[in-house]
Nanobody
Framework: QVQLVESGGGSVQSGGSLRLSCAAS????????MGWFRQAPGKEREGVAV??????RYADSVKGRFTISQDDAKNTLFLQMNSLKPEDTAMYYC??????????????????WGQGTQVTVSS
């Protein structure tokens, strides 16, 4: 059973930085894709960044500002967020691939989700 627990959210002013972490347990070694999603009030959940066997992909809105990474054991997933903007305000979710998952993003199929961590950016 894969479990994902996010941390590191908070409130920051525009231009600031935050680093999100996702502690993963029960992740099989064969799992290739993990990612970050976000959902703002009144909006649909959107993909932010994916790491797939070491390759990374980003939403256009965060390219050059956000960096996704993970430790070698795949126990922890990170999202370094720099130059934050008010439009980055959202609940951020860690996700892992699942063969029967219902969410496709950047070539990966996601079905495991964390509980989310709130990021608020003020102008």
């Amino acid at each position: 059973q894969v479990q994902l627990v996010e941390s590191g959210g908070g409130s920051v002013q525009s231009g600031g930085s935050l680093r999100l972490s996702c502690a993963a347990s029960g992740v099989p070694y064969s799992m290739y894709c993990m990612g970050w999603f976000r959902q703002a009030p009144g909006k649909e959940r959107e993909g932010v960044a994916v790491i797939d066997s070491g390759s990374t992909r980003y939403a256009d809105s965060v390219k050059g500002r956000f960096t996704i990474s993970q430790d070698d054991a795949k126990n922890t997933l990170f999202l370094q967020m720099n130059s934050l903007k008010p439009e980055d305000t959202a609940m951020y979710y860690c996700a892992a691939e699942h063969m029967y998952g219902s969410t496709w993003y950047a070539g990966c199929r996601f079905g495991y989700w964390g509980q989310g961590t709130q990021v608020t950016v003020s102008s």
